[in-house]
Antibody, heavy 123, light 106 residues
């Protein structure tokens, strides 16, 4: 059974750095064409893709947030970590990790999501 | 960025009826579109990818269609567990999502 779970602080002060961890089971990020993503959802708003890390270590970032984001993986621990610097109240929202498996059709749809972790940025 | 729009924002449907949800892309995305269902406090659940392919375990009452810029999710014979918010997602370019359609009980 494939599961993902996000963890991190519930409250962060403005200008601080946020570190979120996605711990997963049921698959290996070393598998060819396996990819893990971070996506967020401000309260009452649309989902926003943040970053992706691939089985081969390639990393991709939302261009509007690229200077503030770093994604990394620890394959032995089955974890992916996202750091976001210089937090602002507009960064408040639920942060999800989501998997893209190796599809036969080369799809890039997110097939499994974690339950999300709510982060509030406030002084 | 490719902008995704969805209509209507809210859809009121009686159990057993059909729901038709629309999603439009600001430019051609071929068939690189997915649909998700989300319930309060939960992560989204993949329903459809490649515009029309049902994900594993998704009931046949869910169907997707469209290509290019206009897409439709149809839910036949709505069940109680289908009342939720539905998002579309394009992956032809860097991922973007629609704002969602909330399907509520009429």
């Amino acid at each position: 059974q494939v599961t993902l779970k996000e963890s991190g602080p519930a409250l962060v002060r403005p200008t601080q750095t946020l570190t979120l961890t996605c711990t997963f089971s049921g698959f290996s990020l070393s598998t060819n064409e396996m990819r893990l993503n971070w996506i967020r959802q401000p309260p009452g708003k649309a989902l926003e893709w943040l970053a992706r890390i691939d089985w081969d270590g390639d990393k991709y970032y939302n261009s509007s947030l690229k200077t503030r984001l770093t994604i990394s993986k620890d394959t032995s621990k089955n974890q992916v970590v996202l750091t976001m610097t210089d937090l602002d109240p507009v960064d408040t929202g639920t942060y999800f990790c989501a998997r893209i498996p190796p599809y036969k059709s080369s799809s890039l749809a997110f097939d499994v999501w974690g339950p999300g972790t709510m982060v509030t940025v406030s002084s | 960025d490719i902008v995704m729009t969805q209509s209507p924002a809210t859809l009121s449907v009686s159990p057993g009826e059909r729901a038709t949800l629309s999603c439009r892309a600001s430019q051609n995305i071929n068939d690189n579109l997915a649909w998700y269902q989300q319930k309060p406090g939960q992560g989204p659940r993949l329903l459809i990818f490649g515009s029309s392919t049902r994900a594993t375990g998704i009931p046949a009452r869910f169907s997707g269609s469209g290509s290019g810029t206009d897409f439709t999710l149809t839910i036949n014979s709505l069940q109680s567990e289908d009342f939720a918010t539905y998002f579309c997602h394009q992956y032809n370019d860097w991922p973007t999502f629609g704002p969602g359609t909330k399907v509520e009980i009429k």
